[in-house]
């Protein structure tokens, strides 16, 4: 029974390694030879074992994880349908389509044209209590992150107990240094996946690159280069509504293309030390 623990870690860990190489890799055919041999899992055992720790069959997740892709550029980009197409690993735009309508059930261009329908929810700030800054365009060097992976709602996500497990590896394996980031890398949008598929990392960014994996505590980079970068002053409940007025009010009228990399957040304060009207959040928008 004790080592059940690592042999967990140690699983979530090859598990990671398949679903980043996985998002990077949309455009490819993706073997799964290549996948099985990142993971470093038996072949024979492959399937199973990784259907299991992501809750659905690998080809399933893979084609989701493609439409998803697909659905967010059409709803923040002017792509075009058929570069979509390419960008997310179909050969033409015809064979996206047949896939997007299985799981919309409607066409990417129909998608595009109703995108912009208002999401009602009482449980998030109105626009008018939003407080959100201008942003600023700021290049963004690479960040190295410790990293935690959680699934589920967002809102239901323990996040102070993730950061509460990061910092006490950064204690115990002495990387402690000025300048440490608290971080959070949403991949899915809400409003396009299920709530029980949505993933995010929750992490600590290191300064120097000083970082190991340990347990399910694994170790990546986000990726630099152009992002715009607003601060939303406010409870975290209305972090949501914040990022339906980028990208409903700003994005469109900025001029700026999105790039195909997820957006996080930095958490400039602490919710322990500051009343909740207070709380800083820098939320980075990647850019082209």
């Known amino acids: 029974m004790k080592n059940k623990p690592a042999t967990t870690n140690d699983y979530q860990q090859r598990i990671n390694r398949v679903v980043e190489y996985i998002r990077m890799h949309l455009d490819e055919d993706i073997d799964l030879r290549v996948l099985a041999e990142l993971s470093a899992f038996s072949p024979y055992h492959f399937h199973r074992i990784v259907s299991a720790l992501l809750g659905e069959p690998l080809g399933e997740f893979i084609v989701r994880t493609r439409?998803?892709?697909?659905?967010?550029?059409?709803?923040?980009?002017?792509?075009?349908?058929?570069?979509?197409?390419?960008?997310?690993?179909?050969?033409?735009?015809?064979?996206?389509?047949?896939?997007?309508?299985?799981?919309?059930?409607i066409s990417p261009k129909a998608y595009r044209i109703t995108k912009n329908r208002p999401m009602m929810n009482s449980n998030i700030q109105s626009d008018a209590e939003i407080r959100l800054s201008k942003p600023r365009i700021s290049e963004i060097p690479v960040k190295t992150v410790a990293y935690i992976r959680a699934q589920g709602n967002y809102s239901q996500v323990d996040y102070g107990s993730y950061f509460t497990r990061l910092w006490g590896y950064v204690r115990e394996h002495k990387f402690f240094t000025a300048g440490i980031?608290?971080?959070?890398?949403?991949?899915?949008?809400?409003?396009?996946?299920?709530?029980?598929?949505?993933?995010?990392?929750?992490?600590?960014?290191?300064?120097?690159?000083?970082?190991?994996?340990?347990?399910?505590?694994?170790?990546?980079?986000?990726?630099?280069?152009?992002?715009?970068?607003?601060?939303?002053?406010?409870?975290?409940?209305?972090?949501?509504?914040?990022?339906?007025?980028?990208?409903?009010?700003?994005?469109?009228?900025?001029?700026?293309?999105?790039?195909?990399?997820?957006?996080?957040?930095?958490?400039?304060?602490?919710?322990?030390?500051?009343?909740?009207?207070k709380l800083k959040t820098e939320i980075y928008i990647p850019l082209m």
């Open 181 to 277: 980031e608290n971080l959070v890398i949403y991949h899915n949008d809400p409003d396009i996946s299920q709530a029980g598929d949505l993933r995010c990392d929750v992490c600590l960014a290191l300064p120097g690159g000083r970082a190991v994996a340990d347990g399910d505590i694994g170790v990546k980079e986000i990726a630099g280069g152009k992002y715009a970068v607003f601060l939303y002053t406010g409870p975290y409940t209305g972090i949501g509504t914040a990022y339906k007025k980028i990208c409903g009010e700003w994005l469109p009228e900025s001029g700026c293309t999105l790039r195909d990399s997820p957006c996080f957040e930095k958490y400039v304060n602490h919710p322990d030390r500051v009343p909740a009207e």
């Open 67 to 105: 439409i998803e892709t697909a659905a967010r550029l059409l709803r923040y980009t002017d792509v075009p349908v058929a570069e979509i197409a390419y960008r997310v690993g179909y050969d033409t735009p015809s064979s996206l389509s047949k896939a997007f309508r299985r799981f919309f059930g």
